[in-house]
């Protein structure tokens, strides 16, 4: 199980979903590290935002002192993400 955890001044994530489909891929993983990666360039890159980054399997933090207003919503895209992830990966499990 993935765990997040979601503070004023970071996000901080750990463990893996542990869900391997049949050919060993474990596309959960996969999707939540995409999404995850893919915040930190955008925040890097498109904002003038200062963050601090920590990386190791199955572990992610992301934290920082003042977010821009070009932050929050990239923040908030990421969660949007994620939500739609864990739905679509409930709803498949359900249909199995």
């Not at 199980?1 to 049949?22: E, L, Q, V």
């Not at 890097?44 to 990386?55: K, M, P, Q, S, Y």
């Not at 399997?57 to 070009?70: C, K, P, Q, R």
């Amino acid at each position: 199980m993935i765990t997040i955890k979601i503070t004023d001044r970071s996000i901080r994530m750990n463990g893996h979903a542990c869900r391997k489909s049949p050919d060993g891929i474990d596309r959960v993983c996969t999707a939540v590290s995409a999404l995850t990666c893919n915040l930190i360039n955008s925040l890097e890159d498109l904002t003038g935002d200062r963050i601090r980054v920590e990386t190791a399997s199955g572990m992610t933090v992301i934290e920082w002192e003042d977010l821009s207003d070009g932050g929050k919503p990239l923040i908030d895209s990421w969660f949007l993400g994620l939500q739609c992830l864990a739905r679509n990966t409930i709803a498949y499990s359900l249909s199995k």
